[in-house]
């Protein structure tokens, strides 16, 4: 009875093992397209080379705009993005990513600037150039 209460636990991890199911290595091929989980990893990184990073997707008439800003901080120190789109200042935004709808077919020069609390100048500025399709 002894030796039978010592069998069962190794009896019952033999089949556990046994009955695992082996998963096949996926094969790998050369893809020439760049997914979206590329596109944010490539994003990632050339934010940590440029401190004012955007990177932009359109959809259709909207753009969905992405900042990735080195030591600036929307709520620590109150930084506000000046939205400037061909040459018309239009909104102050307080977050780094937002939505840009509505806009004409053609092509479009966005800029922005951060401002920081207390300062009149902008402490960066970028432009992005964005193509609405026909």
Avoid: W
């Avoid at 620590?76 to 840009?100: S, W």
Wanted: net charge neutral; glycine share 2%; hydrophobic share 40%.
């Amino acid at each position: 009875m002894k030796t039978l209460r010592f069998m069962v636990p190794i009896f019952f991890t033999i089949l556990m093992v046994a009955c695992q199911k082996e998963i096949p290595e996926p094969e790998t091929k050369d893809i020439s397209f760049h997914s979206d989980e590329a596109i944010l990893a490539t994003a990632k990184e050339l934010a940590e080379v440029d401190p004012f990073f955007i990177s932009h997707q359109v959809k259709g008439n909207d753009v969905y705009v992405e900042c990735r800003i080195k030591d600036v901080s929307f709520r620590n120190d109150h930084a506000i993005l000046v939205l400037t789109i061909d040459g018309k200042r239009m909104n102050e935004i307080n977050h780094p990513a937002f939505i840009i709808k509505g806009l004409q077919k053609g092509t479009h020069q966005i800029k922005l600037e951060i401002m920081k609390k207390n300062e009149k100048r902008a402490s960066a500025t970028k432009e992005i150039k964005v193509t609405i399709p026909d």
